[in-house]
């Protein structure tokens, strides 16, 4: 059993491997047409900036790619994983310290940044 779940790993593994470089390729014609729109439309900067950090996090944020790929695998391996995936988030937050394994894989995926305001 443990090689049959290695072997569908490794497989799945080398799947989002090939659609994060389909991807990263998207991002980049993304930002192309953006600096294109930029200058032909003289966008202010600030506009600029802010809908350039929205398309990069957008990137980053392949949240339904990585849930789905997690949420194939094996208890021990998915554990495993979403450890790797977020510790540095654990890490930066102090209620995930010293919390189970199994706990920061079944929460941690589920975070969204929240922007507050003052007020």
């Known amino acids: 059993m443990g090689v049959v779940g290695f072997s569908f790993a490794i497989g799945g593994l080398s799947s989002v491997l090939s659609t994060l470089d389909a991807k990263a390729a998207k991002l980049k014609d993304k930002l192309a047409s953006l600096e294109d729109i930029r200058t032909e439309y003289k966008i202010p900067y600030d506009l600029y900036r802010r809908l350039r950090l929205a398309l990069n996090y957008d990137h980053s944020k392949n949240a339904e790619d990585q849930v789905n790929f997690v949420a194939n695998l094996p208890a021990g391996l998915k554990v495993q994983l979403s ?19 199994h706990l920061i894989a079944f929460v941690v995926p589920l975070l969204r940044p929240m922007k507050m305001e003052h007020g």
């Open 83 to 101: 450890a790797v995936m977020h510790r540095d988030l654990v890490g930066s937050i102090k209620f995930f310290q010293h919390k189970p394994p």
